[in-house]
């Protein structure tokens, strides 16, 4: 875990930092979203806690580091630390109308607009195994 402050109002942040992770059982759908129950998503950009203000996880001032687990005196330090948001659609599509400068940034922005989009039609159907499925209808 990582510990900073959000651009804006200086609000402490606590910011999963990448560690080992598996794709066991999860789920790659055809837009590139990948949902894998042990490989937490850490978003880019994010919402603050503390006042709803957006930013990119790289502009938060870091501040420190811990493990989880181990008693540390930064996490006691600072107990009103949170865990940024997640943006909503709509906060997507309003970064937009003034993209980012940076093409990556625009890009990514782009990309999640689509995945956040597309949650709201992702269900599983049971796909029949071969032989199994009726024969001749619709065809
Ligand atoms: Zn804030």
Not at 1 to 9: F, I, N, R
């Amino acid at each position: 875990m990582e510990l900073g402050t959000a651009p804006g109002c200086f609000g402490a942040v606590l910011q999963e930092t990448t560690g080992s992770g598996n794709t066991f059982g999860s789920k790659l759908w055809t837009d590139g979203k990948l949902e894998a129950p042990m490989l937490p998503d850490r978003p880019e950009w994010v919402k603050c806690p503390h006042c709803a203000h957006l930013f990119w996880v790289e502009e938060a001032r870091k501040l420190g580091e811990w493990n989880i687990g181990k008693r540390n005196s930064l996490r006691a330090d600072w107990p009103k630390a949170q865990t940024p948001l997640v943006p909503s659609e709509s906060d997507y599509y309003a970064a937009l109308k003034t993209p980012p400068q940076d093409p990556k940034k625009e890009r990514y922005l782009r990309v999640r607009a689509l995945l956040v989009r597309n949650d709201h039609f992702r269900q599983v159907r049971e796909i029949p195994e071969e032989g199994t499925a009726s024969s001749g209808a619709g065809r």
